[in-house]
C-alpha cells in the first residue's frame, strides 16, 4: 500500500495519478552530489605516507594524506579471492558510521603473501591458490586488483576520490596536537563506529622521512603542517529543499571514489531501478542518462520507467563482467548514495594501467564514480573470476537467502483491502469453488483498528482468531500488515509503551520525531537498536498481538521510511537514532532493520521451532537473511510488466533472490490479456503475489469468464505444480547464494549474445523462461543459449538446438518455457487446494536429455515449515540418467528426512529408439514396468515404478 504523496489532512482521501518527479532530488538539488559530481578526472590528491606502511598476516595499514587532513587505509585481503579497502579519517571530530549491519557475521580473513614492497607501491598476492593481486600505488594514490595476472578492478585511478573531513565552522585552524591520537584514541570504539586501532603512526615511524627521496620528504613535511583549505561557512551546515532544512551539525562529510573495470562493457545490478538489466551510461559519450543512479530508499508510488532515480530499496553492489572475467564491488554504506556510469579505453588517458594490463591497445573500460554523503569508504572487491564465484564471495560477506517455509513461495492473494471478515471468508470460497489453489490471504491497513498496527477493527474482524483457524483448515495463511510509523493516541499500548521507553526515534532537537503517514500524526520506531527490534520482536507474541495465531505472518510496507510531509516523502536527514547517529548514516538500511526484528518475533512465539516470513518494500544489502521484497507500486500497464523482469534479475545477482512483482500491477486495471499474461510471468519468477489498490475493480482469478479464469487457473497451476524443483532453487539458493531467476549470461558466461538480454531469464540451471510481454502477438522470439546443446518447449516437446533464436507461435494458452537438455527436474502433478495438502503427493521425474543421451539433477526434501533441516531432518537426492539407465541415489547420507512421498512417474525426452522393456531394480529385486513410447515427441513415460523418493533404485531401459 502506498504513499499519499500530497496531505490535505489527516483525513483527507487523496487520488494520485502518477509520480510527481518534483517531489525528489536531481543531482544539482543535493549539494554533495553536485560537489562530488564536478570533479574532473585528474592525478588523485591523495598520497599515501610511505614510513606509515605496515604488513600484518591479512592486511596492510597506511595513512594517506591531502593538503587538508590525515586519513587511515587497511586493505585487507578475505578469504576466497576478497579484499576490503576500508578509509577512515585519522583523528575525526566525530565518529563516522561503519555499517556492520549489512554483513554476516565479521567477514573471514586469509593470509597475504608480500610480493614488493618499495618507497613507491606494495604489492600483495592473496586468494585462492594465491590467484589474486592487489597494488597499492602511493603517489599518487590507486589500488589495483588483478586476477591471473590481468588487471580487473582499479579505485582512485582517474583520481576522484574525495573525503570531506569533519570540521567546525569559520574557526580559525590551531596546528594539531603532536599526538591527535590523544584527542580521540586510535582503536575507541563506537555503536557502528570506529576510528581504526592502528591509525595512529607508531613511534619513531614519522622519521622514516630520511630514507625516502627529497619529494617524499617534502610531502611529509606538508603532512605534518596539516595546510588545511578554508574551513566550511555556516551555511556548509545546512541544507534546504523546498520548505525543509537540513541541520547539518557536523558539517559536509561526503566521500566518493572511482571504480573502474578494464575489459569490461556491462555492468549490472546496484538496484533498486525501473531500468535495464546492463546497466546504461550517466556521463560521456554515449550516455543514455543524464543523471547518476541514486540509491536512497524512498516512496515512489507508480514510478517511470527507464530511470536511474532512486526506489524503495538500495544494494550498493555492481558487477561486472566480460568473456574473460567476472568481478564484482560492495561499496558498504547506508547513507545517500550516487553512482555514475561511463566508458573509456583502458589504455588511453594520463591514469592508464600499461604495466599491467595484458589485452589490446583498444581494451573497453567501464568507469564508476561512487559518492556517499557520510560514512567512510569501505569497498569490498571480488575477484571472481566467474559469476557463481561472485556470488559465493559476496554471500560469504552478507549471508546466504534463508531457506523459506513452502507455503511463502506458492501463490498468494492480496488486495488493498478485503473489507471485512465476511469478504475474507467470501475469497477463500471463490478458490474452492474454481479449484485454484492459494496458500495465502493478505490484509491491508484498514483492518486495523484506526491504522493502529497490532490490532484489529472489532466491527469488521470481530473473531480474527476463528477466522485464522478456518483458512487454516483449508490449509491456508494470512498475512497482515504492520508499518514502522505508530499512530500518536493516548491509550494505545504500542504508542503508550514507544513513548515511555523512548523508543522512537528522535529530531534534531532531542524530541520525538513527528510526522504524518496513514494514521495520521505518527512517530517512528528507531530500530536501529538491537534493544528496540528486541522489544519489537516481543511485540509478535500472541498474548501482545491479540487476535494472531501461528499461521499468521507479515508485512512490513512504508519502511523506507515513507513520511508524507517529510522531504522527499521520507524522514528529515537531521533526525537521531540511537548512538546519536543521524538519519543521514542510516538511511537505506533503516527499513531492513524493520523486518529483521519481525522475523525475529514470529522465530521467538514458536520457541524457535518454525520459520518466519515478512514482506519488506525496503531493503538493503544482506536483507536476504530476513525475508522477502517486492518492487513496490507498479502499474497496470504492459511497460511494466516488461520492467519486472530485469528489475528482479537485478535484485538476484545482487544476493536478494527472494523478490517479485504485483501481479497484474498495483494501479489501475489490466485487461484480461494483460492479467492473463502477468500471471504467467509471476508463476515463473521468485515470489507469486497478486496485489491490487483499493480504487481498482476486484480481479481475483475466479471473478473472470472462462477462458480468462481457465488461463489464470493453469498459470497458478504451473507454479504449484513446479514447487519441488522451486525448492530445490531455493534450497541452492541458501547454500551457495545463487539467484533462482538468473540472467542468461550466468550459466553462459562466454557467450555474448546473451550479456545484454533481460526479457528472458533462467530458474535455476533447468529452465528457461521468456514471458509473453506485448499484446496481440502471435509469434514470440525466444534466443536459446548453449551452440551444442538441445532445450525443449515444455509444452509440445518439441526440440531446440542451442545458440540460436527461435521463433514460436504463442496464443493466450502458451507460456514461452524450455527444460535444458541435460537436466532432470521433479513437480507434483496433483491438483491441490494449497502446499499443505501436497506435502506427501507423488513425484514425477522429468528427464531431458542432452545430445549424448545423458541428465541429472537434484531433489531437497524438508517438512517445509520447520527449523528442524539444520538438525539434520532434510533430503537430498541425485537423480541420473546415462547409457539407458536411470538412477536414484542419496546426495547427503546423513540427511535424515523421512518423506512419504512416492515416484509416480518418469518422463524422458530426447529417447530416439522404441525401448523393449523397462526394469526396475531395488534393494537387490528387479521388476518390469508398464512404459508408453511417443515416436512423434520422442518420448519415454515409465509408469509408476511406486518407489519411495527417499529409496535409492535403477531404471533401466533396453
Given at each position: 500500500?502506498r504513499?499519499l ?8 482521501v ?16 543535493s549539494s554533495?552530489?553536485?560537489?562530488n559530481?564536478?570533479l574532473e ?5 591523495y598520497h599515501?605516507v610511505p ?6 598476516a ?12 590525515s586519513?587511515?587505509g ?5 578469504a ?10 585519522k583523528?575525526?571530530?566525530y565518529?563516522?558510521y561503519?555499517?556492520?549491519?549489512s554483513?554476516?557475521g565479521?567477514?573471514?580473513?586469509a593470509?597475504?603473501?608480500l610480493?614488493?614492497?618499495?618507497d ?5 598476492r592473496?586468494?585462492?591458490d594465491?590467484?589474486?593481486?592487489a597494488?597499492?600505488n ?7 586488483f588483478?586476477?591471473d595476472k ?8 582517474r583520481?576522484?576520490?574525495?573525503f570531506?573531513?569533519h570540521r567546525k ?12 591520537e590523544?584527542e580521540?584514541?586510535a582503536?575507541?570504539h563506537?555503536?557502528?563506529?570506529h576510528?581504526p586501532?592502528d ?11 630520511e630514507?625516502h627521496?627529497e619529494?617524499e ?5 606538508q603532512h ?11 551555511e ?6 523546498k520548505?525543509h532544512t537540513?541541520h ?5 562529510s561526503s ?6 573495470f578494464p575489459g569490461?562493457?556491462?555492468?549490472y545490478g546496484i ?11 550517466t556521463k560521456?559519450n554515449g550516455?543514455?542518462?543524464?543523471e547518476?543512479y541514486?540509491l ?9 520507467l527507464d ?6 530499496g538500495s ?13 564484482a ?6 547513507a545517500?548514495t550516487?553512482?555514475d ?6 589504455k ?10 595484458h589485452?589490446?591497445d ?11 554523503e ?7 572487491v571480488m ?10 564471495q559476496y ?9 523459506p ?5 506458492a ?8 473489507n ?5 471468508y467470501g ?12 496458500d ?10 484506526g491504522?493502529k ?13 476463528e477466522?485464522l483457524?478456518?483458512?487454516w ?6 498475512v ?5 510509523h505508530?499512530?500518536r ?22 524530541g ?11 512517530s517512528?520506531?528507531d530500530?536501529?537498536?538491537a534493544?528496540?527490534?528486541k522489544?519489537?520482536a516481543?511485540?509478535m507474541?500472541f498474548d501482545?498481538?491479540?487476535?494472531s495465531?501461528g499461521t ?5 510496507d512504508?519502511?523506507e521510511p515513507s ?6 516523502i521520507t ?11 543521524e538519519?543521514r548514516d542510516?538511511h537505506n ?11 525475529e ?5 514458536s ?10 518494500r525496503?531493503f538493503?544489502a ?12 507498479n502499474?497496470?500497464d504492459?511497460g511494466h ?6 528489475m528482479l534479475?537485478?535484485?538476484g545477482i545482487t544476493?536478494?533472490t527472494f ?6 500491477g498495483?494501479?489501475?486495471?489490466p485487461d484480461s490479456?494483460?492479467?492473463i499474461?502477468?500471471?504467467q ?12 489498490h ?7 482469478p475466479?471473478?473472470h469468464?472462462?477462458?480468462?479464469m481457465?488461463r489464470?487457473?493453469n ?13 530445490t532453487c ?11 531467476m538468473?540472467?542468461?549470461w550466468?550459466?553462459?558466461?562466454t557467450?555474448?549474445?546473451?550479456f ?8 535455476g540451471t533447468?529452465l528457461l ?17 548453449g551452440?551444442?546443446?538441445?532445450w ?6 518439441s ?8 521463433t514460436?507461435?504463442?496464443?493466450l494458452?502458451?507460456?514461452?518455457l ?5 537436466s532432470?527436474i521433479?513437480t ?34 524438508d ?7 539444520k ?9 541420473e540418467f546415462a ?9 547427503d ?6 518423506s ?14 522404441q525401448?523393449?522393456s ?6 537387490g ?6 512404459f508408453?513410447y511417443?515416436?512423434s515427441h ?5 509408469r509408476?515404478p ?6 535409492d533404485f535403477?531404471l533401466?531401459?533396453a
Amino acid at each position: 500500500m502506498r504513499a499519499l504523496h500530497v496531505l490535505i489532512s489527516a483525513c483527507a482521501v487523496v487520488s494520485v495519478l502518477s509520480v510527481d518527479r518534483n517531489n525528489f532530488k536531481t543531482c544539482s538539488e543535493s549539494s554533495f552530489c553536485k560537489r562530488n559530481r564536478e570533479l574532473e578526472p585528474t592525478e588523485s590528491k591523495y598520497h599515501v605516507v610511505p614510513g606509515t606502511v605496515s604488513i600484518g598476516a591479512d592486511k596492510v595499514t597506511f595513512e594517506l594524506f591531502n593538503e587538508q587532513a590525515s586519513f587511515v587505509g587497511e586493505l585487507f585481503t578475505l578469504a576466497d579471492s576478497t579484499a576490503r579497502l576500508m578509509i577512515n579519517e585519522k583523528a575525526p571530530l566525530y565518529p563516522r558510521y561503519i555499517v556492520k549491519d549489512s554483513l554476516d557475521g565479521q567477514p573471514k580473513s586469509a593470509p597475504l603473501e608480500l610480493e614488493e614492497q618499495t618507497d613507491s607501491i606494495v604489492r600483495v598476492r592473496f586468494g585462492v591458490d594465491k590467484r589474486a593481486t592487489a597494488i597499492i600505488n602511493f603517489k599518487p594514490f590507486r589500488v589495483d586488483f588483478l586476477m591471473d595476472k590481468e588487471i580487473v578492478t582499479s579505485l582512485n585511478s582517474r583520481g576522484l576520490m574525495n573525503f570531506e573531513h569533519h570540521r567546525k565552522p569559520n574557526v580559525v585552524h590551531h596546528e594539531e596536537p603532536e599526538h591527535p591520537e590523544e584527542e580521540q584514541p586510535a582503536g575507541e570504539h563506537h555503536e557502528g563506529g570506529h576510528v581504526p586501532a592502528d591509525a595512529a603512526v607508531a613511534d619513531g615511524e614519522e622519521h622514516h622521512e630520511e630514507e625516502h627521496h627529497e619529494e617524499e620528504h617534502h610531502d611529509e613535511e606538508q603532512h605534518r603542517e596539516e595546510r588545511h583549505a578554508p574551513e566550511p561557512s555556516y551555511e556548509d551546515f545546512s541544507e534546504t529543499y523546498k520548505t525543509h532544512t537540513d541541520h547539518r551539525t557536523k558539517g559536509p562529510s561526503s566521500l566518493g571514489m572511482d571504480i573502474a573495470f578494464p575489459g569490461v562493457e556491462h555492468v549490472y545490478g546496484i538496484p533498486e531501478h525501473a531500468d535495464s538489466l546492463a546497466l546504461k551510461l550517466t556521463k560521456g559519450n554515449g550516455a543514455t542518462h543524464s543523471e547518476p543512479y541514486r540509491l536512497y530508499n524512498l516512496d515512489v508510488f507508480e514510478y517511470e520507467l527507464d530511470n536511474p532515480m532512486a526506489l524503495y530499496g538500495s544494494i550498493p553492489v555492481m558487477l561486472a563482467h566480460s568473456a574473460k572475467h567476472s568481478t564484482a564491488v560492495f561499496w558498504n554504506n547506508a547513507a545517500e548514495t550516487w553512482i555514475d556510469i561511463s566508458n573509456s579505453l583502458a589504455k588511453s588517458g594520463i591514469l592508464s594501467m600499461l604495466s599491467y594490463f595484458h589485452g589490446s591497445d583498444e581494451t573497453p573500460q567501464v568507469d564508476t564514480h561512487w559518492f556517499s554523503e557520510s560514512g567512510i569508504v569501505d569497498v569490498f572487491v571480488m575477484l571472481g573470476p566467474r559469476p557463481h564465484d561472485l556470488f559465493r564471495q559476496y554471500a560469504a560477506l552478507t549471508g546466504t537467502t534463508a531457506l523459506p517455509p513452502m507455503f511463502s513461495i506458492a501463490y498468494h492473494q492480496c488486495r488493498w483491502n478485503y473489507n471485512d471478515q465476511e469478504d475474507v471468508y467470501g475469497v477463500n470460497k471463490g478458490y474452492e469453488d474454481h479449484d485454484i489453489p492459494v496458500d495465502v490471504i493478505w490484509l491491508d491497513i484498514e483492518h486495523t483498528d484506526g491504522k493502529k498496527y497490532f490490532t484489529w477493527d472489532s466491527a469488521k474482524f470481530p473473531s480474527s482468531k476463528e477466522m485464522l483457524e478456518k483458512l487454516w483448515s483449508y490449509g491456508r495463511r494470512m498475512v497482515t500488515i504492520i508499518d514502522p510509523h505508530i499512530k500518536r493516541e493516548d491509550g494505545y499500548h504500542i504508542h503508550s509503551d514507544a513513548s515511555s521507553k523512548s523508543l522512537y526515534v528522535k529530531n534534531h532537537n532531542n524530541g520525538d520525531y513527528e510526522g504524518w503517514c496513514w494514521p495520521g500524526s505518527s512517530s517512528w520506531i528507531d530500530f536501529t537498536s538491537a534493544d528496540i527490534r528486541k522489544w519489537w520482536a516481543d511485540q509478535m507474541s500472541f498474548d501482545r498481538y491479540g487476535g494472531s495465531t501461528g499461521t499468521l505472518f507479515t508485512w512490513n510496507d512504508m519502511n523506507e521510511p515513507s513520511v508524507f510531509n517529510g522531504p522527499e516523502i521520507t524522514m528529515h536527514k537531521d533526525a537521531k537514532h540511537s548512538g546519536d547517529w543521524e538519519h543521514r548514516d542510516v538511511h537505506n538500511i533503516y527499513g531492513m532493520f524493520q523486518p529483521q526484528a519481525t522475523g525475529e518475533g514470529q522465530v521467538a512465539r514458536s520457541g524457535g521451532r518454525d520459520r518466519p516470513f515478512v514482506l519488506s518494500r525496503a531493503f538493503f544489502a544482506g536483507m536476504q537473511r530476513h525475508g522477502a521484497i517486492w518492487t513496490g507500486d507498479n502499474t497496470a500497464d504492459w511497460g511494466h510488466l516488461r520492467a519486472s523482469m530485469p528489475m528482479l534479475l537485478s535484485i538476484g545477482i545482487t544476493g536478494l533472490t527472494f523478490a517479485g512483482a504485483d501481479v497484474g500491477g498495483f494501479f489501475k486495471n489490466p485487461d484480461s490479456e494483460l492479467l492473463i499474461r502477468w500471471y504467467q510471468a509471476g508463476a515463473h519468477q521468485p515470489f507469486f503475489r497478486a496485489h491490487a489498490h483499493l480504487d481498482t475493480k476486484r480481479r481475483e482469478p475466479y471473478l473472470h469468464d472462462g477462458d480468462v479464469m481457465n488461463r489464470i487457473r493453469n498459470a497458478i497451476l504451473a507454479r504449484y505444480s513446479k514447487l519441488p524443483f522451486w525448492y530445490t532453487c531455493y534450497w541452492h539458493a541458501s547454500k551457495t547464494g545463487a539467484p533462482t531467476m538468473r540472467p542468461l549470461w550466468v550459466e553462459y558466461p562466454t557467450e555474448t549474445a546473451t550479456f545484454a538480454i533481460e526479457d528472458e531469464y533462467l530458474i535455476g540451471t533447468a529452465l528457461l523462461a521468456k514471458p509473453v510481454t506485448q499484446p496481440g502477438v502471435s509469434s514470440w522470439d525466444v534466443y536459446l543459449p548453449g551452440k551444442d546443446e538441445v532445450w525443449y518447449a515444455t509444452d509440445d516437446l518439441s526440440r531446440h538446438t542451442g545458440g540460436q533464436t527461435v521463433t514460436l507461435a504463442v496464443n493466450l494458452d502458451r507460456i514461452p518455457l524450455f527444460q535444458r537438455g541435460g537436466s532432470i527436474i521433479p513437480t507434483k502433478e496433483r491438483i491441490r487446494r494449497s502446499t499443505v495438502q501436497m506435502i506427501h503427493d507423488p513425484l514425477t521425474l522429468t528427464v531431458a536429455l542432452d545430445n549424448g543421451g545423458s541428465a541429472k539433477g537434484e531433489l531437497y526434501m524438508d517438512d517445509e515449515t520447520t527449523f528442524d533441516y539444520k538438525n539434520g531432518v532434510y533430503l537430498v537426492r541425485n537423480f541420473e540418467f546415462a547409457n539407458g539407465k536411470f538412477t536414484s541415489r542419496t546426495g547427503d547420507a546423513t540427511g535424515t528426512y523421512r518423506s512419504q512421498s512416492w515416484v509416480q512417474r518418469v518422463d524422458i525426452i530426447g529417447v530416439t529408439s522404441q525401448p523393449t522393456s523397462v526394469t526396475l531394480h531395488r534393494n537387490g529385486a528387479q521388476r518390469s514396468l508398464t512404459f508408453y513410447y511417443n515416436s512423434s515427441h520422442n518420448r519415454l513415460v515409465i509408469r509408476k515404478p511406486d518407489v519411495n523418493i527417499g529409496e535409492d533404485f535403477d531404471l533401466v531401459i533396453a
